[in-house]
């Protein structure tokens, strides 16, 4: 028999070929995360000097293959890099349920590019999946606080009183619980909300900002840029028209669409600030 730690199974070091190895990202992969390449050439280059990269944490599926439950990035480095060697694992006899604690226990962990509303996602995903799970040991799990996910046990009651649509998101579901789904929204609404969370985002982060960017704008950049993950930094880049702008015929100077939309009045200062001060 399996020996177990909190409910879940212990896992036994194995050494697979990356052919035995498969991944299953909508069952044991957050949602929100993609995977950041950068990060996997890096890994890709470790690789590259004979070394193997810490063991992944997988599921034993019963045919000699494997499903990776964390080490997404690094799977996707042993691809790139065509490893011939073996795999170094960490190999749990589980069900499909205890490998979704075991993913979502690993990858709440302070870790690359996951951020709080991924850790909620998770807990939500638990809490509607599997609902024999204790309040504690999802709060666990997912690093959350056990009044959090009290919160998502109640809204999850009134959805299903109401006989509503179990959203695959915590937002979405909070949404849903209010009676409004948020693509009714008024366009008034939508702004108020944003222009809320721009408040709150620029109070919490601001002197950071403005400290650490007087002397490293890019450490600041790259910073933003790891947290939110290549994909979203440049999604808002593109947003802000960093990607586009106008090529002066005669200097060859190029002029960004975001200094475009200053020089318009489209933006003024209070936008973004060139000042010492955040406020």
Same mark, same amino acid.
């Given at each position: =028999?399996?020996?177990?730690?909190?409910?879940?199974?212990?896992?036994?070091?194995? #050494?697979?070929?990356?052919?035995?190895?498969?991944?299953?990202?909508?069952?044991?992969?957050?949602? #929100?995360? +993609?995977?950041?390449?950068?990060?996997?050439?890096?890994?890709?280059?470790? *690789?590259?000097?004979? $070394?193997?990269?810490?063991? @992944?944490?997988?599921?034993?599926?019963?045919?000699?293959?494997?499903? &990776?439950?964390?080490?997404?990035?690094?799977?996707?480095?042993?691809?790139?890099? %065509?490893?011939?060697?073996?795999?170094?694992?960490?190999?749990?006899?589980?069900?499909?349920?205890?490998?979704?604690?075991?993913?979502?226990?690993? #990858?709440?962990? /302070?870790? @690359?590019? =996951?951020?709080?509303?991924? !850790?909620?996602?998770?807990?939500?995903?638990?809490?509607? +999946?599997?609902?024999?799970?204790?309040?504690?040991?999802?709060?666990?799990?997912?690093?959350?606080?056990?009044?959090?996910?009290?919160? =998502?046990?109640? &809204?999850? !009651?009134? *959805? !299903?009183? /109401?006989?509503?649509?179990?959203?695959?998101?915590?937002?979405?579901?909070?949404?849903?619980?209010?009676?409004?789904?948020?693509?009714?929204?008024?366009? +008034?609404?939508?702004?108020?909300?944003?222009? /809320?969370?721009?408040?709150?985002?620029?109070? %919490?982060?601001?002197?950071?900002?403005?400290?650490?960017?007087? %002397?490293?704008?890019?450490? &600041?950049?790259?910073?933003?840029?790891?947290?939110?993950? $290549?994909?979203?930094?440049?999604?808002?880049?593109?947003? *802000?028209?960093?990607?586009?702008?106008?090529? %002066? +015929?005669?200097?060859?100077?190029?002029?960004?669409?975001?200094?475009?939309?200053?020089?318009?009045?489209?933006?003024?200062?209070?936008?973004? #600030?060139?000042?010492?001060?955040?406020?």
């Amino acid at each position: =028999m399996t020996k177990k730690s909190k409910g879940l199974p212990q896992p036994k070091r194995r #050494n697979p070929r990356l052919k035995q190895l498969q991944v299953e990202p909508s069952t044991f992969q957050p949602r #929100n995360i +993609e995977l950041d390449h950068g990060h996997v050439a890096d890994l890709a280059r470790v *690789l590259a000097t004979g $070394k193997a990269l810490d063991a @992944l944490r997988v599921r034993i599926v019963g045919d000699g293959t494997f499903t &990776v439950l964390d080490g997404h990035h690094s799977f996707a480095a042993y691809k790139e890099a %065509n490893w011939q060697g073996s795999v170094p694992v960490l190999a749990y006899d589980c069900t499909v349920a205890e490998g979704q604690q075991i993913a979502a226990q690993e #990858n709440s962990k /302070a870790r @690359l590019q =996951m951020t709080d509303t991924d !850790k909620r996602d998770w807990a939500w995903r638990l809490t509607t +999946e599997q609902p024999t799970l204790s309040k504690t040991h999802i709060a666990q799990l997912c690093s959350v606080g056990p009044a959090t996910v009290g919160r =998502m046990r109640k &809204v999850l !009651k009134h *959805l !299903k009183k /109401a006989e509503q649509d179990v959203p695959g998101s915590w937002k979405a579901a909070q949404v849903a619980a209010e009676g409004k789904d948020e693509t009714e929204w008024t366009d +008034e609404q939508r702004e108020e909300w944003r222009q /809320a969370s721009y408040a709150k985002l620029k109070q %919490n982060i601001a002197r950071d900002i403005v400290q650490y960017s007087a %002397n490293d704008p890019e450490l &600041v950049l790259e910073v933003v840029q790891e947290i939110m993950g $290549k994909s979203r930094f440049a999604t808002g880049a593109e947003h *802000l028209g960093f990607h586009e702008g106008e090529i %002066n +015929e005669y200097t060859g100077e190029f002029t960004s669409a975001l200094d475009l939309r200053f020089d318009e009045g489209i933006l003024d200062g209070d936008e973004v #600030n060139d000042d010492d001060s955040p406020f």
